[in-house]
């Protein structure tokens, strides 16, 4: 029998050399003689340790890394195939301190499979919730989703079950279930994570959703910045529809559903709900104005559910395992797991999936283990571009949206990134406002021109012109882009700039009296 040697094939593991590193251990095998099988899997996430090199052995897949093609011949000349000692040896993979205390659901099979093998996928869970929805009704699949507690994993944390319930109930010739993957802030990953590393999962999550809402057609909006996510997908969507999961009849059932991948135009809008339908429909990435919601008229005017892949990648485990051992895990009202992404200044950066509730301090010391550069930590952003900067004093904060509501900041995606007290915070908040000018669809006043005069305003600011009446200037015009803007690129702009003046109004030349509003 061949020894089995793992290599991620995910984005991040083959920009830090795992492609030279499976083929030197080919190479390396070849010229021992050696019966040797690479599979590329997905990443752990322990992205410190990419390319992380697990080996399979009769105790169980033991983990080396990180490995550099140099390394090869020394592996092999220590017996790593055996799990023999070798300095970059990590020990067994599942005994990893940073895994040993994750509870992944979502991402349970994430780096433990190949993720092109539908055996694979089988042989370790998959297909357990469709098989169990393929024998409910539409309106039990939608209720088992409404009692896990199940939210958006997108940034908006809005209830799924309400949103299916309202496609099931919409009467229409045609509905859709579409998938947003154009993931587009700064510090996320786990979408592409998931894609990359276990693509069956979320096909399994969409057609669950299909057969919940009563959608037989489906698309993949794919983030055009992705193109091994398109590989890994378009060739996953081809071996589901010849194993019959995907087609006229899912798995002999009967009920017809079918996914077909698009990729988008790199526009970060695009990642609003409504700019998404347009751009798949295959007009401007513009976003609509709502009422009506897309759950009653979405895709081509018709009922559509539309969630992001963590989202539906976390419906399979809901229906294998019950709603309410999903809801069981959490507090208040966010319930279950969330795959959390840790960037920036940090020294053990990757993704951490665990129940909602944990804190800040956790992830960012315990599992980050700091910064990177070993100076303080001084700021934390939540949630991607347009999240709240939360300075070091609030790190013991529980992670849940309720909470993080309370304070001014949003969850969010679940990306976390951390900055050292170098970090200038005026300048921060500056490329906020500057973020938002760029990537406006230009539809509404507010964004497109608030964010362009909020650059001007802060630059002022920071120049030591007329401060006080600059700022109240700005509070004045994050004001209006929270209130007037048509989606959350425009009304979740002041956030950021706001929480940087509030937290760190040194920065903008301000004593703490005046960044509160006073002259």
Known sequence: MSAIVYVPGDAAARSLGADAVA?????????????????????????????????????????????????????FAAGFLTGAAHP???????????????????????GVVDPLSLDDWRAHGGGRGLDAALAMAPAAIVDAISRSGLRGRGGAGFPTGIKWKTVLDTPAPQKYVVCNADEGDSGTYSDRMLMEGDPFTLIEGMIIAGLGVGATKAYIYLRSEYPDCERVLLAALDRARAAGLLGASVLGSGRAFDIVLRRGAGAYVCGEETALLESLEGKRGEVRFRPPVPAQVGLFGMPTALNNVVTLGSVPAILADGPDAYAARGVGRSRGTL??????????????????????????????????????????????????????????IPLD??????RGAIVGHGGIVVF???????????????????ESCGKCTPCRIGSTRGVEVIDRIRNGERRPQNVALLRDLCDTMTGASLCALGGMTAWPVLSALEHFPEDFGLRPAAAGGGS
């Open 88 to 110: 970059l040896r990590q020990g067994h993979t599942d005994a990893i301190p940073w895994l040993l205390r994750q509870d992944r659901l979502a991402f349970a099979r994430v």
């Open 401 to 406: 949206y309720e909470t993080f509501a309370a």
């Open 339 to 396: 795959a959390f992404q840790l960037g920036g200044n940090i020294r053990h950066g990757g993704l951490v999936e665990v129940p909602f509730g944990v804190s800040l301090a956790t992830l960012v010391n315990d599992y980050g283990g700091g910064t990177a550069s070993g100076r303080p930590i001084r700021a934390v952003q939540v949630g991607g571009p347009l999240g709240a900067f939360l300075p070091a004093s609030a790190l013991d």
């Open 23 to 75: 083929r030197t251990i080919r190479d390396e095998a070849a010229r021992l003689g050696l019966d040797l099988r690479v599979v590329r899997n997905g990443s752990r996430g322990l992205m410190w340790l990419e390319p992380l090199v697990e080996v399979s052995t009769s105790g169980g897949r033991v983990a080396y890394g990180p490995v550099a093609p140099g390394d090869v011949a020394g592996l």
């Open 420 to 438: 050292d007290d170098t970090v200038d915070m005026a300048k921060m908040a500056r490329y906020a406002m500057e973020f938002c000018a760029i």
